[in-house]
């Protein structure tokens, strides 16, 4: 199994890929742009009027090693393929917007990741606890999802992962509940699910110490250009750790010949990402 792969299973200890499996050597485009993703094609309607977007998904080009500096699943395989270009798209310069303190935080994560000494140092993931959102929507393991009237169900093959999200307009949980994959209400415009999701607990998004506090709102929107493609764009509002909002995108794809696979995960499992963040300078 190759370390990209063990980096998506992210502490999972069997992962089985379908005949639909991610693709190497896809190109660096992580999304087509804003325009044409709110301007979608029609798709099929349900009963109760939601778009059809049922079934399994993977993003274009996995992988939760850093949101900057994304490493394609190929770089396994040829070194000479470059890192792909920032997940993220707002603020323009492609970097997390950290206050000071904060920054020094995921700088000592990243460090405490690659050379750790104790068991917190190990990454949540690897740990086994669930990666909750946006993290989720940018690891290798597929997506499933199922609509039924007034809801949309999101399942991944890790974790046993899952989310239901309420399309009726129900209020949120007391903001002094907070929850592993935070509490989310969605609405429909168009092809766009947007959902706000809110009572997060503090969580990492990158093996490299990437964070947000608890205090955390997330704005998701995910939009069908087309029955095959998916944009997933999730604005991250936190003033307690970042100095402005601030906003990740990552391009998935159907898996229409993909089927899901339980997958396990047991915690203590060796970490595979030292041997990139060691030998690879630059891919901090």
């Given at each position: 199994?190759?370390?990209?792969?063990?980096?998506?299973?992210?502490?999972?200890?069997?992962?089985?890929?379908?005949?639909?499996?991610?693709?190497?050597g896809?190109?660096?485009?992580e999304?087509?742009?804003?325009?044409?993703?709110?301007?979608?094609?029609?798709?099929?309607?349900?009963?109760?009027?939601?778009?059809?977007?049922?079934?399994?998904?993977n993003?274009?080009?996995a992988?939760?090693?850093?949101?900057?500096?994304?490493?394609?699943?190929?770089?396994?395989?040829?070194?000479?393929?470059?890192?792909?270009?920032?997940?993220?798209?707002?603020?323009?310069?492609?970097?997390?917007?950290?206050q000071?303190?904060?920054?020094?935080?995921?700088?000592?994560?990243?460090?405490?990741?690659?050379?750790?000494?104790?068991?917190?140092h190990?990454?949540?993931?690897?740990r086994?606890?669930?990666?909750g959102?946006p993290?989720?929507?940018?690891?290798?393991?597929?997506?499933?999802?199922i609509?039924?009237?007034?809801?949309?169900?999101?399942?991944?093959?890790?974790?046993?992962?899952?989310?239901?999200?309420?399309?009726?307009?129900?209020?949120?949980?007391?903001?002094?509940?907070?929850?592993?994959?935070?509490?989310g209400?969605?609405?429909?415009?168009?092809?766009?699910?947007?959902?706000?999701?809110?009572?997060?607990?503090?969580?990492?998004?990158?093996?490299?110490?990437?964070?947000?506090?608890?205090?955390?709102?997330i704005?998701e929107?995910?939009?069908?250009?087309s029955a095959?493609?998916?944009?997933?764009?999730?604005?991250?509002?936190?003033p307690t750790?970042?100095?402005?909002?601030?906003?990740?995108?990552?391009?998935?794809?159907?898996?229409?010949?993909?089927e899901?696979?339980?997958?396990?995960c047991?915690e203590?499992?060796a970490?595979?990402?030292?041997?990139?963040?060691?030998?690879?300078?630059?891919r901090?």
């Amino acid at each position: 199994m190759s370390t990209t792969r063990l980096i998506g299973a992210a502490g999972i200890a069997v992962l089985v890929v379908g005949p639909g499996g991610p693709a190497f050597g896809q190109g660096p485009q992580e999304a087509g742009s804003r325009a044409s993703a709110s301007a979608p094609g029609p798709l099929e309607r349900l009963a109760d009027g939601q778009p059809n977007v049922q079934g399994v998904w993977n993003p274009v080009n996995a992988g939760s090693l850093s949101l900057t500096n994304p490493v394609p699943q190929a770089a396994d395989f040829d070194p000479t393929i470059k890192p792909l270009p920032s997940r993220i798209i707002d603020p323009p310069d492609g970097l997390v917007p950290y206050q000071p303190w904060a920054a020094a935080r995921q700088k000592l994560q990243g460090h405490d990741y690659a050379y750790p000494t104790k068991p917190e140092h190990i990454d949540t993931q690897h740990r086994c606890l669930l990666s909750g959102v946006p993290r989720l929507f940018t690891i290798v393991p597929s997506l499933k999802i199922i609509q039924s009237p007034g809801q949309i169900v999101f399942i991944w093959d890790s974790y046993h992962a899952y989310r239901v999200i309420p399309l009726d307009g129900r209020p949120h949980v007391a903001p002094n509940v907070k929850l592993w994959m935070g509490d989310g209400r969605g609405r429909w415009e168009g092809n766009t699910l947007i959902i706000d999701t809110t009572s997060v607990k503090g969580q990492r998004l990158t093996y490299i110490g990437d964070f947000y506090s608890e205090n955390a709102r997330i704005a998701e929107r995910l939009t069908w250009p087309s029955a095959n493609s998916m944009i997933y764009e999730a604005t991250i509002t936190d003033p307690t750790v970042f100095t402005r909002p601030w906003t990740m995108r990552v391009a998935q794809r159907r898996r229409p010949d993909e089927e899901m696979w339980e997958t396990a995960c047991y915690e203590g499992m060796a970490n595979p990402d030292q041997f990139l963040l060691k030998s690879a300078p630059g891919r901090q």
